[in-house]
């Protein structure tokens, strides 16, 4: 029955008051790993999306290459190294080694006419470059003299695909050339162990345009840069481009790490890391 007009209403009394508070707080602790979850879950789609273009520039350089992939690195006989002048600068896929302007840069590597611009697809959502890696490509010799990609967070296998000649020059394979084009590591999450002072002498992930995978170590080891960042699915997996165009989300090992790596989850691709570290997955057969 209601209450009678003009009586007072009811209030809460403290106690369905913190009843009622408790409830929520619950119901919070409940949802936010989940929204946590979900939020990741969007990232890493993004991600792979990001990746898929960087895929899709591949392809179209090879229509305009004769079916060749992009050249781990190529000099540029049109572009100026303000340390080496006249004798051209340095291109790889995301940039040129050109003088500190970041846009002449990004719009000078040899993927760069196939993208819309690299800084905005070579940026993983669910990864931010740290403030000492700025600082650093900022203030260190030689390195400040250039715009460095420190917003790439995606690294190239273009070394174990490619033949050096020298003087910076790289000759790239066919994908046609390919054994296994499937099987085989375009693009991935990358990252480096870096411990500055500028850090406080932690170590952290920096950002890395270039993959070195574990057969250019003699002991099978991941080099101290230039490797794979797990940094999605609890910091475990990477989103991997192959030689065929798709990409799938895989499990970074850190088996072969070296100690100051694995922490960072910095580590390697690799099929069956149970029987030893191997060339699967990274070469071309």
Request: charged share 15%; with cysteine.
């Amino acid at each position: 029955m209601a209450p009678p007009i003009g009586s007072p209403s009811r209030a809460f009394t403290h106690i369905e008051l913190l009843v009622v508070i408790s409830i929520i707080a619950l119901l919070i602790g409940i949802l936010l790993p989940s929204l946590g979850s979900a939020r990741e879950t969007a990232r890493q789609v993004q991600c792979a999306s990001r990746v898929r273009q960087l895929g899709l520039a591949v392809s179209l350089y090879g229509l305009d290459f004769n079916g060749l992939l992009p050249p781990h690195n190529t000099v540029d006989a049109s572009l100026d190294d303000p340390l080496n002048p006249g004798a051209g600068a340095n291109v790889s896929w995301c940039w040129a080694q050109v003088s500190g302007d970041i846009d002449r840069a990004f719009t000078n590597g040899s993927l760069s006419r196939y993208l819309d611009y690299v800084s905005t697809i070579a940026g993983c959502p669910s990864w931010d470059t740290p403030e000492a890696a700025i600082d650093w490509g900022l203030t260190t010799p030689f390195f400040s003299e250039f715009a460095l990609p420190l917003v790439v967070h995606y690294g190239y296998n273009g070394r174990m695909l490619g033949a050096n000649l020298g003087g910076g020059v790289w000759k790239s394979k066919q994908v046609s050339q390919l054994g296994s084009p499937a099987r085989t590591v375009l693009f991935a999450d990358s990252g480096q162990a870096s411990t500055d002072l500028v850090s406080g002498g932690i170590a952290e992930v920096w950002p890395q345009w270039e993959l070195q995978p574990p057969a250019n170590d003699p002991n099978f080891r991941v080099t101290a840069g230039n490797t794979v960042h797990g940094r999605h699915g609890g910091s475990s997996k990477s989103n991997v481009l192959w030689a065929d165009g798709h990409v799938s989300s895989n499990a970074v090992t850190t088996k072969f790490s070296r100690p100051e790596q694995a922490p960072l989850s910095l580590g390697t691709l690799d099929p069956n890391p149970q029987d030893g570290a191997t060339n699967d997955w990274w070469d071309d057969q």
